[in-house]
Each structure stands twice: as C-alpha cells, then as structure tokens.
C-alpha cells in the first residue's frame, strides 16, 4: 500500500463571510497542494494572498469552506492528524513567565510526550538550538531570535513528521538563519517534510526544492526552483520552446552575428559577452556549430536563470485584469480562479 | 491525561507569575492569621468564661453564652461572608483563562497540539475550577482547625459550605467562559458574571417583581428568567444553611433545594455546552 502524502490539500477553499449577507471575501480560491516526506515546500505569495489561511486550515485552527486537506491521510478535522505535525507559528508568543525548558516540557506535553522522553528530549534541543544556557531563564527575557529559536525547539519537541514553519528565520540574525536553514535540511535529511512560509526568497531558494507561488487566493504557478527560474521562463513564452544562454566566446563578429539572427536567434553584446536564446536545444547545437564553423572559440555558455525574486515579482505584480491587494488584510476578492496575465509559464506538471 | 495535566499546570503556573495565586493564598492566609492570634477564648463548662480580642478583653453579658452556639453562629456567618468574597475573588483570579488562550500568537500554540478544542477549554476550565477549590479548601480548612483548637467544638457541617461556594464558583465561571470566548475579553466577561449574579439574586424576589408588572408578558418574562437564571440568592442561603442547620430559616420559607441547585447546574451546563460548541467552530 502506497504512503499517503505527509501534506495534501484538494480544492481548499476559504470564504470569510463579512456580515449578515455579506458576499465574503475569498482567502483560499480551492487550491491544491501536495508534499511529500523529506521534502521541503516553499509557499509564497504577496500579503493576504492566501498563505497563512492555507496552513491555519492544515493545522484545524480554521475551517476550510470547501475542499479538504489531510496530514498523512489523517484528514485535519481530526485533532491526531496534529500528533506528526510540528508548528511555528508567525508572531508567536509563548507564556513569559515560563523558562525555555518548562516551555517545553508543557508543550511536549500537550503533544503527548511522556516525560521520560521530555528529560531527554529537552536538554538536546536547547543545546541544539543555542539555548542550553537560557534554559532556566524566563521566556519574556528573550530576545526576538532567542524566541523564534524556542519556537522551532517548541515545533520539534514531539519529534514531528511534518514541521509548518511560518517564517521562522523572522528577526534571526544571519549566522542564526543559516543554522536554522542546515537545521531545516537536517530535518528534511531524516525525512521529514517541512512547509516553509517565508517572504525571504533568498532563503526558500536555498532551502526548499518546491514551491508555491499563491495570488489572491490561487495558486498562481508551482514546481521545483530550478524549473521555475529558468531565464527561458519568461512571461507570455511556451516553458519548454525557449532557452536563455550566457555566452563568452572570441571571434564573433558582426557578421557572426547577423548569421546567428538569420538562423532564427536572438543575440545581444551585453557587457563582454553575449545573451545568446535559442528555441531548443537543438537549436542551440546548431547555433554552436555555426559559431565554431566560423572560427569562434567556445570560453562558456552558462544557462541563464533569473532568481526566485524575479519569477515573484513577476507573478505577483499588480496587472489591470488582476490586483494585488498590498494591505496585508485577510485575502483579496477574488474574480476568477486563474492565473491572470501569466501566460503559460506559471504552472509546472 | 497527559495533556490535559500539562494545561491544568499551566494555569496554576499562570496565576503564580500573574501574583493572582500569591495574592490569593496571602489574602487568605492573613485572615487565618488573624484569626488564630486575635481571638483568645476561654472556655469553661461548654460555655464561654471570656473572650480576649487582640489582646483586650470583651465585655460578656452576665449571662453565660453557649459555646456551641457562639462557634455555629460564628461559622454560619462565616459562609455567608465567604460565598459573596469567595465567589467574586475565584472569578477574578480565573476569568482571563480564555481571553488569554484567545490572544492572537497564543491560541495558533495550543490549538496547532494534538488536543481537540472541547477537551482544551475544559482542561482550561477544570484548572480554573482546581485553583479556586484549592484556596477554599485552605481557607475552610484552616477557619476549621482554627477553631476547634480554640474552643474544641468541632462542627463538621461547617466543611459542608464550601461545596455550595465552589458548585456555585462552578456555574458562574462556566458563564465567565461563554462570554470569554465570544467577545475575548476579560473585562466584558467579570462585568456580565457579575451582572448575572446581582441580577439573579434580584429575581429571588420575582414574585413580588411579578405581581408589580402591568404587562403580564412581562410578568411571564420575570417569571421565566428566574428560572433560567442561577439562583444566587437561594445558593447563598443554602449555604449558610448547610453550616448552621435548619434554625437559619426561622421566618423564612426554606428554599426547594432540588429546584435551586438543578436549575442553576442546568445553566451552568447549558453555558459550558455553548461555550465549548462556540469555541470548536471559531476560526483564529
């Protein structure tokens, strides 16, 4: 029998009604997810385009409208399907009067930690977390990257399958991020799936190998990083017809180029070297030949990507048929379920 | 269990910060004090010699006075003091239990474990319950010990008391809860608990309320909030009955017991029902 997926969601639909016959605002449009275990998922989006109202209905502190949503197979409805689910929430805020290790031991509890795993449990994720020495130390005393750290500790008490972390390098100074993103790949190393929700794209991109770009309420494109980056990926293109190269080669002259341009490319001198698109690959192999036919000497020919920012920016920026609400409110109205201005790029199989 | 030892615990840690327990067990603490040094009795034959009250002597009437009289007329009085005080200060010292688990960043904690919703607001209430019976039992048990060791009469109706203050207690806080949930305020929550109480003992009266009406919808209205209401007033002369016995009654009809304490856990009931359904389908 085949494991169910640690994360999945079909059709999840959330509507907040505004009033007695009020028409509601649409937070989730009924989008799809899916994460499978040892996988990290980025779920990305502009301010109140559906995120966290995705992972509050995960996690059964809101109720979805329609759709449904399982952990594990366990639907979320159902409180045990939280028994493999580890949480940091945004903005968390722990009891101050508690120190970091009774933090702990009450929330391991609540997740059915017996306390002969807590005593051992505890003193290695304080230590695994930079927070041995505060143990004793009441939580109002700390800092912003001490809590947020006693919050992944929190998550990771019950030693969950599935970690939803809701940014959780927020207010965590640098060297501290980049232990918490090789924590965060450790977990996934040992096979847990993790549903990171973060506005760092510089950190989705280098920890997950997924994710989900959500726009007012849908799923405005979603795949690996590496796909969804591709130079080639650009707005109004077919994904696989079009190929962005970086190319650095001597002996090219005008009259190189013009050939090139006869064969269908298109090439621009930029800077030292030269943005070479070709529609395939196969195109590009013949472009290569005529290069070196020609005498140009090959130094390199890098595929170019754009960052993940770019493909964000791209996707979420305001256009006539589909704005993007800025307010950080719930969710925007929602006039259709499609992906608006994005060509056919945005979605990957 | 487990989880449900953890928040129970974690109330009591709760009010320990907040100086709520402290306060609490101090308040009480001072007036056993009080009572233990203050109050010197000298008892000879079963009746009352003298009596000395921080240290100065009280006049007696010539007459000899009945211990066993003086310590029930002591200890009825007591429980009528402790049933208002009692009952006001649990309430205080537990109806921000919700309004708090609501707060935003803190409920997304609790809610995101393994625990469903009904069972953490009734670990929440439970806990609450625990806090205000285990500074009654203090209070009641040291008011008790105290005065055996003065006046070796030991009357063990007066433990009896306390049951009624923390069934009491029970009820109001299960309203205190109900309103928590719905508006997240625990201000909004100790003013209508309050209000609930005063407004209760009022409608004892509701007969002569009533029968005042012009409209006799109106007089149906008296009539049928009485019964739906806690019986404030009856439970506080239940209590002071407990302790002292039937004499407490003389020129009073006696209240029908059955109809008080089921009606009023009726309510208490039908306000932690609600409060637990409200809580289970809100989205935070």
Redesign the interface.
Known sequence: MDMPPAIEARGLKKVYRSGLGGRGVIALAGIDLRVEPGEVFGLLGPNGAGKTTAVKILLGLTHPTAGEASIFGVPVGDPTSRRRVGYLPEGHRFPGYLTARETLSIFGRMSGVAPQDSRRRIPALLERLRLSEWSDVRVKKFSKGMTQRLGLAAALVHEPDVLLLDEPTDGVDPVGRREIRDLLLEEAGRGRAILLNSHLLSEVERVCGRVAVLRAGSVAAEGRIDELTAASLTAGASAKAVSRYKLVASGVDDGLLSELRGEGALVERVNGHFDLTARDRAHLNVLVDRLRARGAELEELTPVRSSLEDVFVGLVSPSPSHPVSQSGGPADEVSDGGTGGLGDWGKQP | M??W???V??VF??A???WTLVAYFALSSLFILIFGLAVNLDVVNGALAGAKLFGQSVDLPSRSIDIDRLVLGFESGFSGFLYLVGTFLALFATAHLVPRLQ???????????????V?LLLSRYSGGLLLAAANLVYLIGAIWLIIIWKTHVVHARFLLGGVTVLFTIAVLLAFAFLVGVATSSTGVSLMTTYAIFFVAAMLAAHKKIAAAMSAEWAAKLVDGLYWVFPKTAELGRATVAQVAGARVFHGAAPPNLFAVYGSTALFGLAALSLSCWLFS?K??
Request: avoid cysteine.
């Open positions: 487990r989880a030892a953890a928040s615990e974690e840690r709760e320990a910060a907040r707060e935003k960043g803190t409920v997304d904690l609790y809610l995101s474990r393994p625990v469903g919703r069972a389908r989205d935070f």
